[in-house]
């Protein structure tokens, strides 16, 4: 399976921001960045892991609070990282953020987390008043 590892998290006071890196590596053979759908995911204490925003093999994107603009995803292939801009960010938002991928078809979009199969450890991002 694909190895991703996240970066990026750290404490920010509310109304700031945060950018989070998911770099991608370990592909099987023959198999790139655009192979698979990806997304971000996050769990704060005393909760289930939910997903935040999600990347489908064609590009396509979606978000699960399709209210929220304040998170974007992107990605860029040459570089395998998966970004999550989190801008105007809030207590509530505090959590352990991963960053999951599965080979899909093209221009499938995954959203479920039992579907995902690669994880990587996460990264804290901790919202202060």
């Known amino acids: 399976q694909v190895q991703l590892v996240e970066s990026g998290g750290g404490s920010v006071q509310a109304g700031g921001s945060l950018r989070l890196f998911c770099v991608v590596s370990?592909?099987?053979?023959?198999?790139?960045?655009?192979?698979?759908?990806m997304g971000w995911f996050r769990q704060a204490p005393g909760k289930e892991r939910e997903g935040v925003a999600f990347?489908?093999?064609?590009?396509?994107?979606s978000y699960a609070d399709s209210g929220n603009v304040r998170f974007i995803i992107s990605q860029d292939k040459p570089r395998n990282t998966l970004y999550l801009q989190m801008d105007s960010l809030k207590p509530e938002d505090t959590a352990m953020y991963f960053c999951?991928?599965?080979?899909?078809?093209?221009?499938?979009?995954?959203?479920?987390?039992?579907?995902?199969?690669?994880w990587g450890q996460g990264t804290q991002v901790t919202v202060s008043s």
């Open positions: 999951a991928a599965v080979q899909c078809r093209r221009w499938q979009l995954i959203q479920s987390r039992a579907d995902f199969t690669s």
């Open positions: 990347w489908g093999s064609g590009g396509r994107t």
């Open positions: 370990n592909y099987p053979h023959g198999l790139y960045m655009e192979n698979y759908c």
